[in-house]
C-alpha cells in the first residue's frame, strides 16, 4: 500500500498503530458547538469507523477505525462540520487543510459562567479565524479568569481574561465583602481606609472576586476586555514547564498580533533537522533568547496604556 | 389632564426640567452587571427619554436617590460644624407603581415618625415624582396582593404609546410646558397590573409568637448574609453612621450616613462587643416581620410593597414572597404547640 503519510497527516488524519487504519481529528475552536454537529460526527463514525468517537484532550473528536480508502469520503461528510464552524479551508470537500497549529482550547467562559470575563468560545474563534491553516505546531488555549480551568499555562500561548475592577465609592456601605472575598479566594490586595475600600493596584489579578461580592454594584468591570498573555508552558520529555507572565492587561487585538508575528519568529528561526518538522517554540526561544522572541513578536504591536510587559522572562520546570 | 407627545416633544419637556431638576429613571447601564456583558438597570440622571428603560424592571430602586447609600452630612473641626450642601436643584424621579408606594413609607419612617429627618427633607422636599405604567408585572412581582399596583398620587404619569409616549398630569405648574410640547390632548389613565404569576396571602393571625417557629432555621444554612435583598429594597431604610477623620491623628472629618443591612454581620453589634441575632434565620425572622407585621401595626398598612427586587437579587435563591406563604404554616405550628 502506498501513502503519503506527511500528506495524510496535514490532512488531519493520523498514522495509526493499525496498518491501512487511520483516524480523523475534528477541530471545535473554544470547545462549543451546535449540537447538530454531533450527529454528523456520528454518521462518520458508524459508516466509515469502527462506531466509537474518542474526546480529544484539546476538546475535539477523534473518530478512529477509517480504512485510509475512506479518506475522501470522511472529508466530504466532514464538510458541513468545517463549514458550520467556520474553519478556514483551502479546498472545500478536502477535509482540513493542516493539523500543526491544534485545536484552540477554552473553558466554557461567559456563556455559562459566572467568573469568566469574557466569551472564551468567540475568542478562540477570532483566533482560530487568524492563525489556521498552519502546519506549524502552535498551542493556544483561553480561559475565562484566573482560576484557570483550563489550565492554559500548559499551552504556548495562554490567554486568562481579566476584569479590571472600577470602584464607586459612593455606592460602598463598607460590608467588607469585597475584602474578605479578595483575602479568601484571591490574593488579599483590598484593604479598608476609613470605611472605603483601596485596592493595590499593581498585585490585583484582576479575577473579579470583588464584582462579585459586592452587593451593591460598587464594584464594577471595566468595559475593556482585557487580559494576561502567558507564554511557552509546555509537556513533553525533556523540560515539561509552566507557561510564564508575559503581559498583564493585554487586548485581544494585541495577542492576535503577537502570535502571527510569532508564527514569523518560527518560521525564521526553526530548526531545519527538526524531526517531522516539530520543534517546540520554546526550545527555539531558549535557543535565540528571549530578547530576541520579544523584539519579533512585539513588531508593530500597540499595547493599551496600562499594559505590564515582563521582561526578561525565565522559565523554570522540571530539567532531564 | 392627558396627553400625547412624540419623542422630540418629550425631550423638549425633559431638557426644560433640566433647568430646575436632576431628572432621575431607571438606566440601563451596559456592562454593569456583576457577571461580564451583563447589564445592570440602576437609577441614574438622565437628559432624553431613550435613556429611560421601560421594559426591565430596575435592579435597585430610586431610593438611591432619596436616601443615597453613602452621604456625607456635615463636616467637622474640632471648633466648627459645617454642613454639606444639598442638592441646588429639585429632582424629578419616574418610577413604577410599587415605588410609589415605597416613597409614602419613607415618607411614613422619616417625616411622620416622631420627628423629621433634617437630611431627608431637605431632599423630599423639591421631588417630584412621575410615574411610569406597568403593562405586564415582571418575574418575582407581587403587587397586587401587597394592593400597591395603582397608584394615582402622582405628579405626572409616562409610558409608551405607539412611537410616542401618553403622559398624564396632575401638576398644575407643568401644564403649559406640556401643552406647549405635546401633540395633542387625551385622555390618559397609566397601565398598571392587576394580576401576577407570584401570589402572597399574610396570614391572619400573625403574632410575634411565628418566631418559634421552625421555618426559620432553613436559613441558617442557606442564607449567606450578604445583604442584597436589603440593599435592594425600596423601603429597607437603616442606616449607620461613619465618622472620619482626614488624616491618622488629625481631628478635621466628616460625618456620613450609609445604607446597612439587617442581614449582615455587623448590623445588631452594640457597644461593649455584644451582638444579637448571629443565626441568619433569625435575621430573616426579623426582616419579615419588620415587613409583613410589625410596621403595620404601627401604620396600618404593610411596609413590603411587593415589588419583589430581593427575590431577583438573591445569589442563593431564597425567596420572600415564599417566606411570606409559609407563615401559615408557622402559625399553625407554633399554636400547635402552645396547646399541646
Ligand atoms: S462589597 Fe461593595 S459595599 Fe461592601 S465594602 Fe466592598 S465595595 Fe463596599
Ligand atoms: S439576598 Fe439572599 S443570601 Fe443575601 S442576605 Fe438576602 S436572603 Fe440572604
Known amino acids: ?40 460526527i456520528q454518521n462518520i463514525a458508524d459508516t466509515y469507523g469502527n462506531g466509537t468517537i474518542h474526546i480529544t484532550s484539546r ?45 484552540i482550547t477554552a473553558c466554557i467562559g461567559n456563556r455559562v459562567c459566572p467568573y469568566a470575563c469574557y466569551d472564551t468560545t468567540a475568542f478562540a474563534q477570532r483566533i482560530e479565524k487568524a492563525v489556521f491553516p498552519n502546519d506549524l505546531h502552535f498551542k493556544i488555549a483561553l480561559t475565562g479568569c484566573p482560576n484557570d480551568c483550563a489550565k492554559v ?13 472600577q470602584y464607586d465609592k459612593d455606592r460602598c456601605v463598607n460590608c467588607e465583602a469585597c475584602v474578605k472575598a479578595c483575602k479568601k479566594k484571591s490574593v488579599n490586595v483590598l484593604k479598608t481606609v476609613n470605611y472605603k475600600v483601596e485596592r493595590n493596584e499593581a498585585k490585583c489579578i484582576g479575577c473579579g472576586e470583588c464584582v462579585l461580592a459586592c452587593p451593591t454594584g460598587a464594584w464594577t468591570r471595566g ?47 526553526i530548526d531545519p533537522e527538526a524531526p517531522g518538522g516539530k520543534e517546540h517554540i520554546g526550545y527555539i526561544v531558549d535557543r535565540t533568547g528571549f530578547e530576541e522572541f520579544r523584539k519579533w513578536a512585539l513588531k508593530d504591536v500597540k499595547l493599551p496604556d496600562m499594559a505590564e510587559v515582563y521582561t526578561p522572562v525565565y522559565w523554570k520546570g522540571i530539567k532531564y | 389632564m392627558g396627553f400625547l407627545f412624540a419623542e422630540n416633544g418629550i425631550n423638549a419637556v425633559f431638557e426644560k426640567w433640566a433647568e430646575e431638576y436632576h431628572v432621575y429613571a431607571p438606566k440601563r447601564m451596559e456592562g454593569k452587571g456583576a457577571f461580564s456583558d451583563t447589564d445592570s438597570v440602576r437609577y441614574e440622571e438622565i437628559n432624553k427619554v431613550e435613556e429611560i428603560e421601560f421594559d426591565l424592571k430596575s435592579h435597585f430602586s430610586f431610593k438611591d436617590i432619596l436616601l443615597p447609600m453613602s452621604e456625607t452630612l456635615f463636616f467637622f473641626t474640632e471648633e466648627q460644624v459645617k454642613e454639606a450642601d444639598g442638592p441646588k436643584k429639585g429632582a424629578v424621579i419616574l418610577l413604577r407603581s410599587c415605588d410609589l408606594h415605597a416613597v409614602r413609607r419613607l415618607d411614613e419612617i422619616y417625616l411622620k415618625n416622631g420627628f423629621e429627618d433634617y437630611y431627608y427633607k431637605r431632599l423630599r422636599e423639591n421631588v417630584r415624582f412621575v410615574l411610569l405604567g406597568c403593562k405586564q408585572a415582571f418575574e418575582n412581582c407581587f403587587c397586587v396582593d401587597m394592593e400597591t399596583n395603582r397608584a394615582d398620587f402622582y405628579d405626572a404619569s409616562i409610558e409608551k404609546d405607539g412611537d410616542g409616549y401618553a403622559v398624564d398630569n ?47 432555621d432553613e436559613y441558617d444554612k442557606r442564607c449567606i448574609d450578604c445583604g442584597r435583598c436589603n440593599y435592594v429594597c425600596p423601603t429597607c431604610t437603616c442606616f449607620t453612621m461613619q465618622d472620619i477623620f482626614y488624616t491618622d491623628n ?52 404593610h411596609m413590603c410593597v411587593g415589588c419583589g427586587r430581593c427575590d431577583d437579587a438573591c445569589p442563593e435563591y431564597i425567596s420572600f414572597s415564599n417566606i411570606i406563604n409559609k407563615l401559615k404554616d408557622a402559625v399553625a405550628e407554633v399554636n400547635d404547640h402552645d396547646e399541646k
Not at chain 1, 499555562?153 to 475592577?165: A, L, S, V, Y
Not at chain 2, 462587643?273 to 401604620?299: A, E, W
Open chain 1, 1 to 40: 500500500m502506498d501513502m503519503n503519510t506527511k500528506l495524510l497527516k496535514k490532512n488531519a488524519f493520523r498514522v495509526t498503530k493499525e496498518r491501512g487504519i487511520t483516524a480523523s481529528r475534528v477541530r471545535v475552536p473554544g470547545g462549543h458547538l451546535e449540537a447538530k454537529y454531533l450527529s454528523m
Open chain 1, 59 to 103: 476538546q475535539g473528536f477523534e473518530i478512529p477505525g477509517i480504512k485510509f480508502e475512506d479518506m475522501p469520503r470522511v472529508n466530504e461528510l466532514l464538510q458541513p462540520v468545517i463549514e458550520g464552524l467556520n474553519i478556514n479551508q483551502e479546498l472545500p470537500g478536502g477535509g482540513y487543510p493542516a493539523a500543526g497549529t491544534r485545536n
Open chain 1, 153 to 165: 499555562r500548559m499551552h504556548d500561548f495562554g490567554i486568562m481574561g481579566m476584569t479590571e475592577p
Open chain 1, 223 to 269: 468595559s475593556e476586555k482585557l487580559y494576561r498573555l502567558t507564554l511557552f508552558g509546555r509537556t513533553g520529555k525533556k523540560n515539561p514547564r509552566m507557561g510564564e507572565d508575559f503581559i498583564k492587561w493585554v487586548d485581544e487585538e494585541s495577542i492576535i498580533k503577537i502570535i502571527l508575528n510569532t508564527y514569523d519568529y518560527v518560521n525564521n528561526y
Open chain 2, 170 to 216: 396632575h401638576y398644575s405648574d407643568w401644564e403649559p410646558l406640556f401643552l406647549a410640547n405635546s401633540m395633542e390632548k387625551k385622555e390618559v389613565s397609566p397601565s398598571y397590573v392587576t394580576e401576577t404569576e407570584v401570589r402572597v396571602e399574610v396570614p391572619e393571625g400573625l403574632s410575634l409568637d411565628v418566631s418559634k417557629s421552625r421555618m426559620w
Open chain 2, 250 to 301: 488629625g481631628k478635621v472629618g466628616e460625618r456620613r450616613r450609609v445604607t446597612a443591612s439587617c442581614m449582615v454581620n455587623g448590623y445588631t453589634d452594640v457597644a461593649g462587643g455584644g451582638s444579637y441575632r448571629q443565626k441568619n434565620g433569625q435575621r430573616m425572622r426579623f426582616k419579615t416581620l419588620h415587613k409583613v407585621y410589625d410596621f403595620k401595626k404601627r401604620f396600618g398598612y
